[in-house]
């Protein structure tokens, strides 16, 4: 082969060579930016949903903040509305007090507003002055046995469980028999002859408060829980008594 035809053949290889080089480089350049947009684009879709993340917890802090802030106001408002109905109750017992030194009717009125009116957990520590007194001990039972209207009402059919402590009623020793009672049993029962057994809220004396606890050794009544309306079943678990007046309690649990 002449030198001629070697170096054109030689001259035919470069010049595919740089073809194909320049192919390869587009080729290459084309790759590589398809995969710096496919990055650029997840890029920007992971900073969108980044800012659309911080965006949602954001607002979602701001919904915590603003219920914390709600829940803190109605508790304020609470303790305010608790303390100044202690405030007004403490009132009325400051006002009765004299009545009830002074004896006669005039004793028997003050026990009846109190009833009406006043501080149950003051009116049955007053009462224990006064435990051979059985209207003025009803008038103070009226006064423990008022159901709490501001609290969750609980009805028979509601599939649920309660546990707590209600008020049974008076039970007079002497005349072994229940003067007041809440639950639908006998009023010849004794009070420990009830542990173990079932009974209902009567209609005929409304609803029953469900307590956390029965008064303590300060005469303070645990916090109203529920409010049992007529109907609902409850098992007494343990009676006790609360003062000479004969003011029985009972720990119970609810079914409904």
Do not use: C
């Amino acid at each position: 082969m002449s030198e001629e035809g070697t170096q054109k053949k030689e001259k035919d290889f470069w010049d595919k060579l740089d073809v194909a080089g320049k192919l390869f480089s587009a080729v290459v350049i084309g790759l590589v930016t398809v995969i710096l947009g496919v990055v650029y684009h997840y890029e920007e879709e992971a900073s969108r949903k980044s800012r659309e993340t911080i965006a949602i917890a954001d607002r979602a802090a701001e919904n915590t903040r603003a219920d914390n802030q709600h829940m803190i106001d109605t508790d304020r408002a609470s303790e305010e509305v608790k303390y100044n109905l202690k405030t007004q109750r403490l009132s009325v017992v400051t006002q009765l007090i004299p009545l009830i030194k002074a004896g006669g009717s005039d004793k028997k009125a003050a026990f009846v507003l109190m009833s009406n009116y006043a501080d149950p957990e003051v009116a049955s520590q007053l009462s224990d002055i006064y435990p051979e007194d059985m209207e003025i001990t009803i008038a103070v039972d009226r006064t423990i046995a008022r159901p709490d209207i501001t609290a969750p009402a609980v009805h028979q059919g509601d599939g649920k469980r309660y546990d707590g402590w209600i008020y049974l009623g008076t039970y007079d020793d002497r005349q072994k028999k229940w003067v007041t009672k809440y639950l639908d049993f006998a009023e010849a029962t004794l009070p420990t002859a009830l542990e173990g057994n079932s009974y209902a809220v009567p209609r005929s004396t409304g609803a029953v408060n469900l307590r956390t606890d029965l008064p303590n050794f300060f005469g303070h009544f645990g916090d109203v829980l529920k409010a049992l309306q007529p109907g609902v079943n409850v098992k007494i678990i343990n009676v006790k008594k609360y003062n000479s007046a004969g003011f029985w309690w009972a720990q119970v649990e609810a079914r409904t």
